[in-house]
């Protein structure tokens, strides 16, 4: 034997010990490879694990299905953590879509008024001219501003009788309900997606890379569950019928289709399902999609108020290259904005912005009556800065206020004079005052033109054809042909809130129809 056998000996001899034990323990144990045939991963540097399924996530011909599989204690958690502190934290969960499972995905509370609205805010919360009611449930002020005598700390509830201003100014809905008092102080237990005379339906996030780095279905990251609003509508098409339009005269807008929607194994309810404005969705939209997108925040009025990003810390979040980019461009657009005489705004917008665009974002939130927008509230818009060609788009969002549900009326004027929220700068009332990209867009005679045009464009194409009619029969339909089966909505009520909706684009194609600009 040589010296270097016997050296190694001893490690031979534990080697062979091992191996016996483990034949003699697991040699007849089965060996089972799980694995989730739906799933495919491609050899990147970061594996990616993407979902498929037979059914496209937002083919809008069908209703989906979705369930979210998640404990009670981490549910009632979720709720009670935000009304407690307004977090909005991801919890674990997975989720059944179409049929297809995905284990791991993160779920968490979304929206701003509308969740307020439907479970109340975090202690002394408030803010952005939304006022509490007896804490908890945040609603608008009408007209943007506190009643007279209003008292911000002795907050009380709002009177029922509260005379509205008139005009192209924010209203309370029509079917929105003020609470009694002393509502709302407690966290409740109940179903999200349970149907009452209340009809509780509170707006989720699920985001499949939360807890798996890597994981998407059908190459999303995350998608957005969202409900009506601040105030109940069976019927839920202002966002799917906004979007469809925005879409149909080459406006960028999220795809957005219909589900039942439940968790565990509650019943299901109606609900939309949005794509979100994110990398994804500038990959599909925009040939140079590295650019920086910016969130505007309510009250978001693009009024140059100094070099320190600080201090817009609350007006605008980055979504994208958050960490090898800045706020730098916007700040320079909104210092053009406030510092530019009327001459070099006309000469030199179009290259700070893609104004053909913007005329036509405000054309459709103009003849769609969506107040919570721009032209209104100075919310649910975003800004994409393109680094290439160094011009901002803005795109829309969040349209579930549309078609006069948020303030406004089938004669809403598209002239857009007067429509701003709150009186004065700042961010005093909800809407914030004026916006300076509207304000100036719209004084000049170039670019007033201009929207004209694409008003005059949008209107053929969605009221004098019939379109925007014959989206909301679509859904109409599509919503009565699976209702039997799976009991999504109370019919009665729905077909009440189609009426309703049918009736103001009657009524708003009967006015447009007087004014001069549509006379040919």
């Known amino acids: 034997m040589s010296l270097k056998f016997k050296r190694h ?46 059914v496209s996530l937002f083919d809008d011909s069908l209703v989906h299905s979705i369930q979210v599989i998640i404990s009670d204690e981490d549910y009632q958690e979720m709720l009670t953590t935000y009304q407690e502190t307004g977090l909005k934290e991801y919890y674990q969960a ?28 975090g202690p002394g919360g408030g803010g952005d001219g939304f006022r509490p009611n007896n804490g908890d449930n945040m609603m608008p002020f009408p007209g943007g501003q506190p009643p007279e005598g209003f008292d911000g700390n002795n907050i009380q509830p709002f009177p029922n009788n ?18 009694e008092a002393g509502q709302g102080q407690d966290v409740m237990r109940f179903n999200p997606t349970e149907q009452n ?30 409900n009506y609003g601040v105030s109940g509508d069976a019927s839920m098409l202002q966002e799917p019928v906004t979007n469809e339009i925005a879409q149909l005269v080459g406006l960028p807008a999220t795809d957005t289709v219909y589900t039942g929607f ?32 910016y969130k505007a925040e309510l009250g978001s009025t693009l009024n140059y108020e100094g070099e320190d990003p600080s201090l817009y810390a609350e007006s605008f979040t980055q979504q994208t290259r958050v960490n090898d980019a800045d706020l730098a461009p916007l700040i320079k657009f909104m210092r053009f904005l406030s510092e530019s005489d009327d001459a070099t705004i006309e ?44 011009q901002f788009t803005i795109l829309m969002w969040d349209a579930n206020e549309s078609l006069a549900k948020l303030g406004g009326s089938a004669t809403y004027d598209v002239s857009l ?28 005679a170039t670019f007033k033109a201009l929207y004209e045009e694409k008003l005059v464009e949008v209107y053929e194409q969605a009221f004098a054809t019939g379109a925007i009619s014959d989206v909301v029969e679509k859904y109409a339909t599509l919503i009565h042909s699976v209702n039997d089966d799976r009991s999504l909505v109370d019919i009665s009520a729905y077909d009440q809130a189609v009426e309703k909706i049918k009736n103001f684009i009657s009524q708003r194609k009967e006015y447009l129809q007087t004014l001069e600009i549509f006379i040919k």
Not at 166 to 173: D, T
Not at 362 to 369: D, E, R
Not at 427 to 438: H, I, K, Q, T
């Open 9 to 54: 000996y001893p490690i031979l001899l534990l080697l062979i010990l091992v191996v016996s034990v483990l034949i003699f323990a697991f040699g007849q144990q089965r060996v089972i490879a799980y694995t989730t045939q739906v799933a495919t991963q491609t050899a990147t540097p970061n594996a990616q694990i993407d979902y498929s399924n037979d």
């Open 94 to 121: 997975d989720v059944i879509i179409d049929g297809v499972r995905i284990n791991d995905v993160g779920i968490r509370l979304k929206g701003n008024a509308s969740l307020r609205t439907a479970l109340g805010g």
């Open 262 to 293: 439940r968790f565990n194994d509650e019943e299901e309810t109606l609900y939309v399902v949005s794509e979100l404005v994110n990398q994804e969705y500038l990959d599909s939209y925009f040939e140079n999609s590295n650019g920086v997108l």
């Open 162 to 179: 509260v005379e509205q201003p008139e005009g192209n100014v924010f209203q309370m809905p029509e079917n929105a309900e003020v609470p």
């Open 347 to 390: 000469k030199e917008l179009p290259n700070y912005l893609d104004v053909d665009a913007f005329a036509t974002y405000l054309a459709i939130n103009a003849l769609l009556v969506n107040t919570d927008s721009m032209i209104g509230m100075n919310n649910n818009y975003y800004l994409y800065y393109d680094d290439v060609t160094g």
């Open 197 to 226: 005379s209340g009809e509780v339906k509170i707006p989720f996030m699920i985001k499949f890379d939360e807890y798996v780095e890597g994981q998407t279905y059908q190459g999303y990251t995350a998608i957005s569950i969202r």
């Open 417 to 444: 004079t007067n429509t701003q929220q709150g009186r004065g700068g700042g961010r005093g009332g909800p809407g914030g005052g004026s916006n300076a990209l509207l304000t100036r867009f719209m004084a000049n």
